[in-house]
């Protein structure tokens, strides 16, 4: 059930929007482990709502109702549209339209790599973004800055790792030899224009509407390396071989790029082991012993 004082906000909104539907049903729905997630079924239609306690991801809607916004600017790729968000005393919520998932069509994989490559399109002078969001239930930094290693060091790497440091999850020969890797990283990534992401594109994070098109959801959006989606894509499986096929063919990929997806992938590697624990260590040693 809805949180009265969500729901109150919610019937506000559609008050100031000129609505007044009747809410007829209320669904649990998977979601992720983070939030509470709830398909709304009213008189004037169906929404997904997702909620939270206030204190416990303070802005996380704010930013992501942000984060959606931007993404559907680029008209590239279908997101679902953010409608209202929500930072109460007690709950924090996003309220958004509701989309009806629906099987894989034939050309899925081939849309879904055109319009993802056009998403990597949108550039600005800075990698980053003006506001800071989430990257699961980890706040994410996007302090702008005019040099992609640079900011994935100060941004990405080190907030993580000293959050696992803390939590005596990795010692200080895991420090010392990310401290070697950080010197590598100029020469491993190639130069490239900052590029809208979607900033946490594994498998759970995408679908095929109604009309079998792709759509991105949950994202945590900044301007990036645009590599960085396309590795995100290797971390749990799930994306067809077609898919890398037809985005280098639209937008091609500098070469070895396979060979860089590890260490693009050492953030999320970081964000599992600081959610879950050392189970995902062995992924960071892999990477790291190198050095």
Do not use: C
């Not at 900052?194 to 509407?209: E, I, T, V, Y």
């Not at 999320?268 to 050095?291: C, K, M, Q, T, W």
């Amino acid at each position: 059930m809805i949180p009265e004082e969500l729901k109150q906000a919610i019937q506000s909104y559609w008050i100031a929007q000129g609505l007044s539907p009747e809410i007829l049903e209320e669904r649990s729905v998977s979601g992720g482990s983070i939030n509470s997630s709830l398909l709304v079924k009213t008189s004037d239609g169906s929404f997904f709502l997702k909620y939270n306690s206030a204190a416990k991801h303070p802005q996380m809607f704010a930013s992501e109702y942000a984060g959606l916004e931007l993404l559907a600017s680029s008209n590239s790729i279908r997101v679902p549209q953010p409608l209202f968000y929500h930072e109460g005393q007690q709950y924090s919520g996003l309220l958004m339209e509701f989309i009806e998932e629906n099987s894989f069509e034939e050309n899925f994989w081939r849309s879904f790599a055109f319009q993802l490559s056009q998403l990597h399109q949108n550039t600005r002078e800075s990698f980053g973004l003006g506001f800071d969001n989430y990257m699961g239930s980890l706040p994410q930094s996007n302090t702008p800055s005019s040099n992609f290693v640079d900011f994935f060091i100060k941004n990405r790497l080190l907030p993580q790792l000293k959050i696992a440091r803390d939590k005596y999850e990795i010692t200080s020969l895991h420090i010392k030899q990310s401290e070697r890797l950080f010197v590598e990283l100029h020469s491993i990534f190639p130069e490239e224009k900052p590029a809208l992401l979607h900033g946490d594109l594994w498998n759970g994070n995408f679908m095929s509407d109604e009309g079998g098109n792709p759509v991105i959801m949950d994202p945590a959006a900044y301007f990036g390396h645009r590599e960085i989606d396309v590795a995100m894509t290797t971390m749990f499986g799930g994306f067809s071989p077609l898919f890398y096929q037809y985005y280098h063919q639209h937008h091609p990929l500098e070469k070895d790029w396979q060979d860089r997806l590890k260490y693009y992938n050492l953030y999320p590697v970081l964000i599992h082991i600081n959610l879950f624990g050392a189970s995902y260590l062995g992924s960071l040693e892999a990477v790291l012993d190198r050095f």
